[in-house]
Nanobody, 112 residues
Framework: QVQLVESGGGLVQAGGSLRLSCAVK????????MGWYRQAPGKQRELVAATTRSGITNYADSVKGRFAISRDNVKNTVYLQMNSLKPEDTAVYYC??????WGQGTQVTVSS
């Protein structure tokens, strides 16, 4: 059984930075696409950033130029570097594997 273990969330002031990590634990044949989503209170879950196994990336317009997704295929880990954080980035951030498995979520709160 595959488990996604997220870490790195927290409270930060506007303009600050955080780095999220998501490690894939357990037996899995192949990790293809990995991504980060977020869900703010009262809003739908939305894609933040995604990466394919070959390293092709995709970002939501709202985070382009501020966030960077990366992955370590040896460690089966995906990262999300978040810079120049804004209060509107406040949400629970979820890791996604192959479009199917989800992490438990990690809270990111940006104060103004």
């Amino acid at each position: 059984q595959v488990q996604l273990v997220e870490s790195g969330g927290g409270l930060v002031q506007a303009g600050g930075s955080l780095r999220l990590s998501c490690a894939v634990k357990g037996s899995i044949f192949r990790i293809n696409d990995m991504g980060w989503y977020r869900q703010a209170p009262g809003k739908q879950r939305e894609l933040v950033a995604a990466t394919t196994r070959s390293g092709i990336t995709n970002y939501a317009d709202s985070v382009k130029g501020r966030f960077a997704i990366s992955r370590d295929n040896v460690k089966n880990t995906v990262y999300l570097q978040m810079n120049s954080l804004k209060p509107e980035d406040t949400a629970v951030y979820y890791c996604n594997l192959n479009g199917a498995s989800w992490g438990q979520g990690t809270q990111v709160t940006v104060s103004s």
